[in-house]
Nanobody, 126 residues
Framework: QVQLVESGGGLVQAGGSLRLSCAVS????????MGWFRQAPGKEREFVAA????????NYADSVKGRFTISRDNAKNTVYLQMNSLKPEDTAVYYC???????????????????WGPGTQVTVSS
């Protein structure tokens, strides 16, 4: 069983930065690709970024390319999302997720992820 817990969310002004963390329990963290997704009120959950099990491959939504960076530390069972130049439209609950799929380009579809954290709120004020 894999359990995920996000942290690092909060309130920030537009143009600011936040770093989200996702701590993962279980001895097989390094075998999972990891993703970050977000869901704003009244909207569907959408893909933000993903990283392969080794950390050697990443995938980003067009809306966050150049502003967000996903990384992982397999020794600490943790995946991160560094968010810079935040915009009010980045406001959402952010979720991390894990998938055993080992694709060349990490998956960007919610249904391909087996395990999810409870989410952390990010609010960007204008």
């Amino acid at each position: 069983q894999v359990q995920l817990v996000e942290s690092g969310g909060g309130l920030v002004q537009a143009g600011g930065s936040l770093r989200l963390s996702c701590a993962v329990s279980g001895r097989t963290f390094s075998s999972y690709a990891m993703g970050w997704f977000r869901q704003a009120p009244g909207k569907e959950r959408e893909f933000v970024a993903a990283i392969s099990s080794s950390g050697g491959s990443t995938n980003y939504a067009d809306s966050v390319k150049g502003r967000f960076t996903i990384s992982r530390d397999n020794a600490k069972n943790t995946v991160y999302l560094q968010m810079n130049s935040l915009k009010p439209e980045d406001t959402a609950v952010y979720y991390c997720a894990a998938t055993p799929l080992r694709w060349t380009i990490p998956a960007a579809t919610t249904t391909l992820y087996n395990y999810w954290g409870p989410g952390t709120q990010v609010t960007v004020s204008s």
